[in-house]
């Protein structure tokens, strides 16, 4: 098969390193892609919000789309592809909604008794109804933009005075645009946090092992939320009797909900939980993979990958295609210093090479750039510089992580020194 990914995150290179071993593979394609997938796939420059996108699939041969990032799903480029006889891994528009209208997905999860948060919905028009509910109600308080808003949307309001600062962020500076004029203020709960990613053909599904994201930018989840320090994978927290309840009371039902409003999913399915003293409840859904999840997931997951996500795609799930027989993978994001606010770009990336033949560890691209046959420093999430070992021995893997670590550098590299300690304690 001729494959075409899109999106240029570690996300994605971590998806072409999977797809890139799939005895299915004929040749992939990356729109963009990144300094690390060029390795594995042909990148190429296409204006997936054009025609363009539809004729190269064709002069290609493209058999399977696969969509990386949240924005071209909502945007409904899955429903064009298809729409041409295209298939594709990854939602339609109206089932990615999950991720792109919290609202929406609140109102579901309400109707259909999938646990999650207790929760109001309002929307500009409705400010002031906003602020008088506001002040009866208990702090800590979360609001939610709507809409996308690159994973800065999300606010926890420890008093009314900094509820209704976020409010006037959102309704009247409208800093997220259409996203934030409505909003979602609901329960602030307690507890671990995991992600559980469900490949799906819209009725069946299969979980891949769970695992644990840093969004906060300063060890011990202290400072500001960023797009992702770190993750480790399998997340023990999530044991069997907790997937069991998992897969039943949230993953099917969410996906026979969407099904039954005539929003049938198909792609991964990413829930956010946290693991309440009254059970595992819905933080968000994401309508694609996490980042840096996925950097950590897929390296655990034996079996052909593209054969999953074709079965996918074509509405016959091959539940057997891949399979988790153990193994342990700690990635920790090597970010620009100053990042999540104003960082500087362009600095040499030192120490890369040495492990492109290594066996268990993973450097995952970002946002790097090849410059006069130097690679440098690109974004605020850099690289994703990740262990992968046969055992289940958590400790180890975030020792071999953090040694190869050490042996990059660039001016003002920065990361987190605790990834995976949760799950270490
Ligand atoms: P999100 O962008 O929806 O992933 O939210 C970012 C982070 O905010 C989550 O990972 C949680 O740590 C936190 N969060 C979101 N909703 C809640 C909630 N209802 N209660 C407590 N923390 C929350
Ligand atoms: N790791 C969080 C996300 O991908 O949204």
């Not at 939602?91 to 109102?107: L, S, T």
């Not at 809409?147 to 900094?162: F, M, T």
């Not at 268990?360 to 999430?381: C, L, P």
């Not at 975030?398 to 590299?413: C, D, Q, R, T, V």
């Amino acid at each position: 098969m001729n494959v075409l990914l899109i999106g240029s995150g570690g996300r994605e290179h971590a998806l072409a390193l999977a797809l890139s071993k799939s005895k299915t593979l004929n040749k992939l394609f990356c729109a963009p892609g990144n300094t690390g997938t060029k390795n594995l796939a042909e990148n190429i420059q296409l204006n997936i919000y054009s025609n363009d996108l539809i004729d190269f699939c064709r002069i290609n041969d493209i058999s399977l789309v696969i969509i990386g990032p949240e924005q071209p799903l909502v945007d409904g480029i899955s429903d064009r592809l298809k729409a041409n006889g295209i298939k594709v891994f990854g939602p339609n528009q109206n089932a990615a909604e999950i991720e792109g209208n919290k609202a929406f997905a609140k109102k579901l999860m309400r109707n259909y008794s999938i646990p999650t948060a207790q929760f109001q919905v309002f929307t500009k028009r409705s400010h002031q109804i906003a602020l008088n509910y506001l002040k009866s109600i208990s702090y800590p308080t979360v609001i939610k933009a709507s809409g996308l808003a690159a994973g800065k949307g999300v606010v926890i309001c420890n008093d009314y005075k900094s509820a209704e600062k976020t409010l006037k962020e959102y309704f009247e500076d409208e800093i997220f645009g259409d996203s934030g004029k409505t909003v979602v203020i609901e329960e602030f709960l307690e507890g671990e946090e995991a992600s559980i990613f469900a490949i799906t053909d819209g009725e069946r599904f299969i979980i891949l092992p769970a695992s644990q994201d840093h969004k906060r930018a300063l060890d011990g989840d202290k400072g500001k939320n960023t797009g992702g320090m770190g993750a480790y994978a399998p997340a023990n927290i999530i044991d069997s009797k907790l997937l069991e309840e998992i897969k039943t009371k949230i993953i099917k039902p969410t996906l026979r909900a969407l099904s039954e409003e005539n929003r049938k999913y198909i792609g991964c399915l990413y829930a956010g939980i946290i693991l309440t003293k009254n059970g595992p409840k819905v933080i968000e859904f994401n309508c694609r993979f996490g980042d840096p999840e996925t950097q950590v997931v897929l390296p655990l997951i034996d079996g052909d990958i593209l054969k999953l996500f074709y079965s996918a795609a074509s509405e016959k799930l091959d539940i057997n295609s891949v399979k988790y027989n153990g193994g342990t993978s700690v990635c920790v994001v090597a970010v620009s210093e100053g990042y999540p606010d104003n960082y500087k770009k362009g600095f040499e990336i030192k120490g890369i090479n040495r492990f492109s033949d290594s066996k268990n560890i993973i450097v995952y691209h970002a946002s790097t750039k090849e410059e006069n046959d130097k690679i440098v420093t690109n974004g605020g999430r850099v690289l994703g510089i990740t262990s992968v070992i046969n055992s289940d021995n958590l400790k180890l893997a975030k020792k071999e992580a953090y040694k190869a670590l050490s042996k990059i550098k660039f001016n003002g590299i920065t990361f987190r020194k605790d990834i995976a300690d949760k799950g270490i304690k």
